[in-house]
């Protein structure tokens, strides 16, 4: 039976076979490999018998060797069918159709999750600044950025956003907010005392709650109390001594959360080196774009094609890959932008080299310490120039604020 | 040489118990009930209806007789009856 087995998926034929002793040519397409099932007699001079849709050339073949006469009854198989369904230009039509929407909508955003527990106001400024970016619902995955862009631009538009998680899940865009006066709110208000946090001397004092312990050109230390919130201390310290006994005669100190400002000078030793020669690349801001079609690792252009006259690219690639139901093709968009650019060279005098370290070690300590520092001088304790580089030692004062709250414990 | 063949083959079939459809190049005849009938190595079909099939084999024809006769398949050795079968006769040719 294996040879007759998967005829239905090649196809087959009933062949009609009339003549003298019709069975005989059967036999003969038995004799030379041709199987044939289902072989059965008709009347006194027909045979009717079914044989594969590859054989039927070799059958021809036979029928021109006797005098047979052979009719095709039955077609029958999947190859019929096939073409059956070709002939139907409607139907065939409506398929391809089928299959570019489906595609066509697997490409687009379809929903917009905003999770995170945000306000109203928050979730509707998120929802309008997307809009604005063109991601909405019924736009098209390809035109949008990529999601991390997306959430560089939202943290940088919104400004009451600490956070903001962009996740592309298939046809719908997740994002997940985190409010930044939330963390605010955290800070704890209870009794507390203020503390220095980096060495320095005082030069200005502002006590709005509790009882400043330093004066003006005091030298702190880290650690050391500032200003503290117990306000009728004098009497606790006294009872100190004998603890237990006074504790339950003495009233209990009156505890307030210290509030102020603590201005102090403070230092810094930075090291900066910098180089006398400078490299950098401008982009000029001519650009040209280009489209590709990519498969695997095989770009196939689709637009633009003259390649610019730039002595420099900058090459920049997007890619944006198409999405069939929940599986991704391998088939993706790729825009590439292409801009000129240019290398500028520049050598600096070892003077010119000195200010630009100082200012970048200006920098880079105000960012660290934040915008209330303020930087009120800077000397070089030490410089030296090594292969073409200068070597700064910096010593750099700075006034900022360096009272930091401390809980007072309360003992239960 | 023939002969010397001839008288071998039963004298293999019998002391070394070789098969002796392959041995003597007889037909493998399968019945199956009513339903089926299954020849190995035959020689080719003689005559075809619905009532009758006929078979040549080395030594003169098999005669199957019954009715509504179809052949399941047809290959070049074998052949498979499907019908309902009342004779089986061997006629010497």
Not at chain 1, 251 to 268: Q, R
Not at chain 2, 16 to 42: A, F, K, W
Request: aromatic residues 8%; positive net charge; contains cysteine.
């Amino acid at each position: 039976m294996k040879q007759i087995q998967g005829s239905y998926i090649k196809g087959y034929v009933t062949i009609i076979v009339k003549g003298r002793m019709p069975e005989l040519f059967f036999q003969q397409c038995v004799n030379n490999g041709i199987s044939v099932w289902n072989v059965r007699r008709e009347g006194k001079s027909s045979c009717s018998g079914n044989i594969k849709l590859t054989d039927i050339p070799q059958v021809k073949q036979l029928r021109r060797e006797g005098d047979y006469k052979i009719s095709f009854d039955k077609r029958r198989g999947y190859p019929f069918l096939f073409s059956r369904f070709l002939r139907r230009k409607e139907f065939v039509l409506s398929f391809i159709m089928s299959v570019l929407l489906i595609l066509f909508m697997s490409n687009v955003i379809w929903k917009i999750e905003i999770t995170g527990e945000l306000p109203k106001e928050i979730e509707e400024k998120i929802a309008t600044q997307l809009n604005e970016y063109g991601i909405h619902p019924g736009a098209f995955l390809f035109t949008i950025d990529a999601p991390g862009k997306i959430q560089q631009k939202l943290i940088d538009d919104i400004p009451e956003l600490l956070w903001v998680g962009v996740h592309q899940k298939g046809t719908t865009y997740q994002l997940e907010g985190v409010e930044k006066i939330v963390v605010k709110k955290d800070e704890v208000s209870g009794p507390r005392n203020l503390v220095a946090t980096k060495k320095g001397v005082i030069k200005k004092m502002y006590v709005s709650k509790g009882v400043p312990k330093v004066m003006v050109n005091d030298f702190v230390k880290p650690g050391q109390l500032l200003v503290s919130g117990t306000l009728n201390e004098n009497t606790n310290e006294q009872g100190d001594t004998n603890k237990q006994e006074d504790e339950k005669e003495k009233p209990n100190p009156i505890l307030v959360a210290a509030d102020g400002e603590i201005v102090a000078s403070t230092w810094y030793e930075v090291d900066v080196t910098i180089p006398l020669k400078k490299n950098y690349e401008l982009l000029t801001g001519n650009q040209e774009k280009r489209y590709y079609i990519g498969i695997n690792n095989f770009k196939l252009p689709i637009w633009g094609f003259a390649s610019p006259e730039y002595k420099a690219i900058h090459q920049d690639n997007k890619e944006t890959s198409l999405n069939f139901f929940k599986w991704t093709l391998p088939i993706k968009i790729i825009e590439s932008t292409l801009s000129e650019k240019q290398y500028h060279e520049l050598e600096r005098s070892r003077e010119e080299a000195i200010k630009d370290g100082i200012k970048q070690a200006k920098e880079e300590l105000q960012l660290q310490l934040g915008p209330d520092a303020k930087i009120t001088s800077e000397k070089v304790l030490h410089e030296s120039i090594e292969n073409g580089k200068v070597k700064l030692y910096l010593y750099i004062t700075v006034e900022e604020n360096i009272a930091k709250a401390q809980p007072i414990n309360q003992g239960d | 040489m023939k002969k010397i063949q001839q008288r071998l083959r039963p004298w293999l079939v019998k002391y070394l118990s070789l098969p002796s459809d392959v041995v003597m190049e007889l037909p493998r005849i399968t019945i199956i009930g009513q339903l089926h009938v299954y020849i190995e190595n035959h020689k080719g079909l003689a005559v075809f209806t619905d009532t009758e099939l006929r078979l040549k084999t080395t030594k003169g024809y098999i005669q199957i007789k019954g009715s509504s006769f179809v052949l399941k398949m047809m290959l070049p050795e074998e052949i498979l009856l499907e019908g309902k079968v009342t004779d089986v006769r061997f006629i010497p040719g």
